[in-house]
């Protein structure tokens, strides 16, 4: 440990310098020439597709691009570079340049790999917690009511939703309720028109064999009574003239708890409580939290810099063992599942969630949920006529083998025979992998190291920096998901040594190999030692 700082420290001197920029504030700065073989990943996850990144590269902290963001870099020959506070990124003519106004940006050499330096930075800078998020969230397929229901979430429709899971043989698991259960946003409580029982309803879906999550965010409806209380008790975030801020998000106009006072996170903790203590909720999805909406907040005359904001929300979620954010800012190695940002209906995007999720794993974002099956933009779902059938199943197959896997739009409402069995396939994959999924969750929490691993994480130095279409889960499963709309074959590659299919056909490794991949076939590999 002493002699990988003495080396960090040696490094640090040559190649960290101080800017003056034109406001007189002091930048720092780390610029380091990019050589050959060496390859680096940032910790903005929505960019896991541009990664290792190339020339042209750039990112700024202040940014969460819709999702988890954490202040690092690592490289795949060892190097890190962390900071307690946001910076910027860009590669320009082979030169990384880092720079930050905070003087805790730091970069060292702290082994050879990237496995080496991703256990480093876990120990030092996000060590691990020994806790995990509820089981079940790995153990079974999640189910989200938000493709299905949109902005009508209602008891009648929630409850068929759960007894068509089950009459089509799919196995329950958590079931999520979406945006539009509530009275109002901040106004915590079943609306009455739409919910004639809901302790009813949350009994029933118990009884089923469902846990239940509940949609909610740190906004507060302006035009409410919620929103007058919380104002006099100045638990809102303010703008320049003390008065409540009001900010544009994707619904809308909205207040924002000002969870940096005491008073307000338990205000916020108290009405979660007491939906599982009246209804029998058992966790939450807690949605928002992106730094853009905290932008030009106050929390009383105080400027807190809109990353904190999110980091406090996100730590609400270690209260509620069933949890699920979008939006992060630090918070790695905590039991808390974070779900990669929506996806489009197409095969761009489906090609997007192995290199994203590859990305949040080295991160320390282990307790990862890929979006739902098929995508999570809800208006691609409008028309049955314009769904793909064959994405469907193949999306469904890529997240079989991950951490965790959601379905929101009904398979059994938009698949004919063939693709939905197809798909009932993966999730029995799935089943079979589920005692190593949740023996490779437990030694993450213990250990930090990442569920889903890049090749390169898993066999350094061997031309594998680039691959970003396939994946291992642990070190001896090697995963090749279908992306590719049509695909009769795929090309996978397989490292030095022996490995057997999932048809029983055994390769020797250290070569690509040719195989046939018809609909319901979910390639994957295990490593013959």
Known sequence: M???????LKILLLVFTLNVNAQHKKQHQITIP????????????NHGSLMPVQNGYKANLNDNYGNQVQPMLLSSQGHVIWSEEPFEISLENEMLNVSSPDSSLIYFKAGETLNEGFNFAAKNYFPPSGKLPDELLFAAP??????????DQNQEDILNYARQIIANDFPPGVLMIDDNWQEDYGKWE?????????????????????KVMLWVCPFVSPDCDIFRSLSDDAMLLTDKLGKPAVVEWWNGYSAILDLSKTEANQWFKGQLDKLMVKYGIDGF???AGDFEHYAECYSGVEKVIPQEHCELYARIGLDYPLNE????????????VNRLRDKLHTWDDLQKLVPDILVQGIMGYSFACPDMIGGGEFLSFLNTETIDQE???RSAQCHALMPMMQFSVAPWRILDDEHLAACKKAVEIREDFVPLILELAKESAASGEPIVRPMEYVFPHQGYEKVKNQFMLGNDILVAPVLEKGAQRQNVILPKGNWI?????????????NIEVFLDRLPYFKRVK
């Open 2 to 8: 002493n002699k990988l700082l003495c080396t960090g």
């Open 34 to 45: 990019v050589e050959k073989n060496m390859e680096w990943w940032s910790g903005v996850i």
């Open 142 to 151: 999640q189910y989200n009511t938000w493709i299905e229901l949109m902005y």
């Open 190 to 210: 079943f609306h009455e028109g739409r919910f004639s029982n809901p302790k009813m309803m949350i009994d029933s879906l118990h009884a089923m064999g469902f």
């Open 285 to 287: 999805k807690l949605d």
């Open 325 to 336: 954010y979008r939006a992060m800012w630090k918070m790695a190695g905590q039991p808390i």
């Open 391 to 393: 994405l469907i199943v």
């Open 501 to 513: 299919d999932e048809i029983g056909v055994t390769y020797k490794g250290g070569k690509s190999v």
